[in-house]
């Protein structure tokens, strides 16, 4: 059992910055890769950027070179960098962990971000 808390979200104008962490807790070592999604009201759950165990991180081509995904092992909290914000970055921003021992992966109950005009 993985059990995942996403924190970090609010309200911030275009061009701001904010910094969600995601902390793990239960059989974290038995995750092999984390990652980030987002949900705008009436959209899909969209990939944001994923870190696998390893450090190796992709990222969704609307989010290259503004975000910036991280993972510490030491405190098992993966965390997401979020710059030069733009409207359309609004949503609600879900925490995700894949196991070694489950076929479908864990989430968190979200963190809402609002960036304003």
């Known amino acids: 059992q993985v059990r995942l808390v996403e924190s970090g979200g609010g309200l911030v104008q275009a061009g701001g910055s904010l910094k969600l962490s995601c902390a793990a807790s239960?059989?974290?070592?038995?995750?092999?890769?984390m990652a980030w999604y987002r949900q705008a009201p009436g959209n899909n759950r969209d990939l944001v950027a994923t870190?696998?165990?390893?450090?190796?991180?992709t990222y969704a081509d609307s989010v290259k070179g503004r975000f910036t995904i991280s993972r510490d092992g030491t405190e098992n909290t993966m965390y997401l960098q979020m710059n030069n914000l733009k409207p359309e970055d609004t949503a609600v921003y879900y925490c995700?962990?894949?196991?070694?021992?489950?076929?479908?992966?864990?989430w968190g109950r979200g963190t809402q971000v609002t960036v304003s005009s």
């Open positions: 870190i696998t165990s390893g450090s190796t991180a």
């Open positions: 995700n962990a894949v196991t070694t021992f489950r076929a479908y992966p864990y």
């Open positions: 239960g059989s974290t070592n038995s995750i092999v890769a």
